[in-house]
């Protein structure tokens, strides 16, 4: 007999250090760990989840996205303000940044600074599966596959209607859509 670490209950056929069958996550299938399962094709009984699940895992991708591009707009924002030739040194730009006033500096450092808010907050919401996140980036991606640039920026639009497939797939939808309704019920 052993004990489970986390419940504390005595179980026969448990090895020590492990979980019991209550305390262990459940197995996920690939298909739903990224959120394309449709649990209408199975005819098997779902087991019940609990209320605090992780999003699907390309959502929890696009999410962390979002956040890694806040911390990069917010420091192209600082090393403009510090260090604006910084930026021109890459040949992005043919003009001398080193003449802007603090000013215009730090005009720039607050919509980068508004930029990045909205990014980390649409991080946020989609971690919690908020719909409006879905459907800003639904937007957000329609709008980089059509005005993103030359028609040679061939990973800009792939990653832009990949973007789309996935968050306009059943499951993801379902998802996104539980959670509104779970969140509703709660009141």
């Given at each position: 007999m052993s004990d489970c670490?986390?419940?504390?209950?005595?179980?026969?056929?448990?090895?020590?250090?492990?979980l019991c069958p209550d305390c262990r996550p459940p197995v996920v299938e690939p298909a739903e760990l990224f959120g394309l399962a449709n649990?209408?094709?199975?005819?098997?009984?779902?087991?019940?989840?609990?209320?605090?699940?992780?999003p699907p895992l390309g959502v929890a991708i696009l999410s962390i996205w979002n956040y890694v591009g806040a911390a990069v707009v917010l420091i192209l924002g600082l090393v403009f303000v510090v260090y604006p030739s910084a930026l021109s040194a890459h040949g992005s730009f043919d003009t001398d940044l080193g003449r802007f006033s603090m000013f215009d500096r730090l005009g720039v450092l607050m919509v980068a600074a508004m930029f990045s808010l909205l990014f980390f907050a649409v991080g946020v919401a989609l971690w919690s599966l908020r719909n409006w996140a879905r459907w800003f980036l639904l937007l957000g991606s329609a709008i980089q596959l059509v005005l993103g640039g030359p028609p040679s920026a061939v990973v800009s639009r792939v990653i832009s209607v990949a973007?789309?497939?996935?968050?306009?797939?059943?499951?993801?939808?379902a998802a996104f859509y539980a959670k509104r309704?779970?969140?509703a019920e709660a009141f």
């Open positions: 670490p986390k419940c504390g209950e005595s179980f026969e056929h448990l090895n020590p250090g492990e649990s209408q094709d199975s005819n098997e009984e779902q087991p019940a989840r609990p209320s605090s699940t992780y973007t789309i497939c996935y968050l306009l797939a059943p499951g993801i939808r309704e779970s969140s």
